[in-house]
């Protein structure tokens, strides 16, 4: 009896041991996937913003508060330095009409106590009563009242009409084209009010060859400088490639929205013939700063960083065909450069070596 229950006893076990096994067996187990380490090319490079504009683009504003009258001009005409562009109405301005209206009578009463000395002083002088130095500065000093009185009627003129008829050539009324171009932008409306301080009346470009403008952040600047390529993909028409060279780079950086930004230029030098730019096209320009050939690579999404902040990746130290039981060595490394994809390992790999990427599945 009791070897019969000590044998049934130890089927019992093994029977127990077995179903411990397989339940173990039927355990899910991730399994991450890896790739080799192998040589390749590698540009790092930064993308910036910008867009395709004329190389000069003047913006004209008005010199007075006044009524757009008339624009007789359109966007895409082309217009010759000096000519019209728009027609303007002025609005007094109420204090400067009121000091320019004291100006005057205050050169009236000027000038006519200058004109009573000179009557006084021929009368003197004809009588040989005072010198000719004196009856001289008689006659300048009504001269020079009745040019006070002329300056102070023009001042009141240009208040009220933005114009002075001693100087018709700078007519305030009559906006004028600087430059030989095109128009580029309208900003206002005929009956629209207008100041020297507020919107430009329009964009005059000229006729030049068209240039990339954009703006790099200050972290990048460093890696810019002329005569670096610049691949454009513009915004109108993605499927084209153009090319430019940068021509300038600014000194001096502009605060946007907290970030310094400096301005670059790039001059286009290959354009496809079925492609027809357009000032003001968007466009984005990719600049490659450093290069890399047939150095050992793994992607960026191999390396981790531990609590210091040092890079590692986790190198596959078991038999790649034994999925079940995959075994992993933290491995220091040292990175080189990144295309965003792909990033160079100086040290601590090998080619061929096998580490794991983010991807997993379970069996």
Request: include cysteine.
């Amino acid at each position: 009896m009791k070897i019969k229950k000590s044998l049934y006893l130890s089927i019992a076990f093994a029977l127990v041991l077995l179903l411990i096994l397989w339940l173990f067996s039927r355990t899910p187990r991730n399994i991450y996937s890896y790739v080799e380490a192998c040589y390749s090319d590698i540009a790092s490079s930064i993308t910036i913003s910008g867009k395709i504009s004329s190389d000069i683009e003047v913006e004209i504003k008005p010199r007075i508060s006044a009524y757009v009258s008339k624009i007789p001009v359109k966007c895409g005409d082309t217009v010759e330095k000096g000519q019209c562009l728009a027609i303007l109405e002025a609005i007094p301005d109420i204090l400067a009409l009121e000091d320019a209206n004291a100006a005057i009578e205050l050169e009236k009463i000027a000038l006519k106590q200058a004109e009573t000395d000179f009557e006084r002083a021929e009368m003197l002088y004809a009588g040989q009563n005072i010198s000719t130095k004196e009856y001289e500065q008689f006659r300048n000093a009504l001269s020079v009242a009745k040019e006070k009185m002329a300056h102070a009627l023009n001042r009141r003129d240009i208040v009220v009409d933005g114009s002075s008829g001693r100087s018709p050539k700078y007519d305030e009324s009559i906006v004028r084209s600087p430059i030989d171009g095109v128009i580029s932008a309208i900003f206002v409306n005929e009956g629209e009010t207008v100041s020297p301080i507020g919107k430009p009346l329009c964009i005059v470009a000229d006729n030049g060859p068209l240039v990339f403008k954009g703006t790099v952040d200050e972290t990048d600047i460093m890696s810019i400088c002329k005569g670096m390529e610049l691949t454009l993909v513009l915004g109108a028409v993605p499927d084209a490639v153009v090319l430019a060279e940068i021509v300038s780079v600014s000194s001096f950086g502009r605060n946007e929205g907290g970030y310094t930004q400096f301005e670059i230029e790039a001059a286009l030098t290959s354009v496809p013939d079925d492609v027809q730019l357009r000032s003001g096209f968007s466009a984005n320009a990719r600049i490659v700063t450093r290069r890399a050939e047939h150095v050992l690579s793994v992607p960026e999404e191999c390396i981790h960083f531990d609590q210091n902040h040092m890079p590692y990746v986790l190198r596959l130290t078991s038999s790649p065909k034994n999925k079940r039981h995959q075994n992993w060595e933290q491995v220091p490394v040292t990175l080189g450069i990144s295309d965003g994809r792909t990033i160079q390992i100086t040290s601590g790999l090998s080619e061929h070596d096998s580490v794991r990427s983010l991807s997993k599945s379970t069996i």
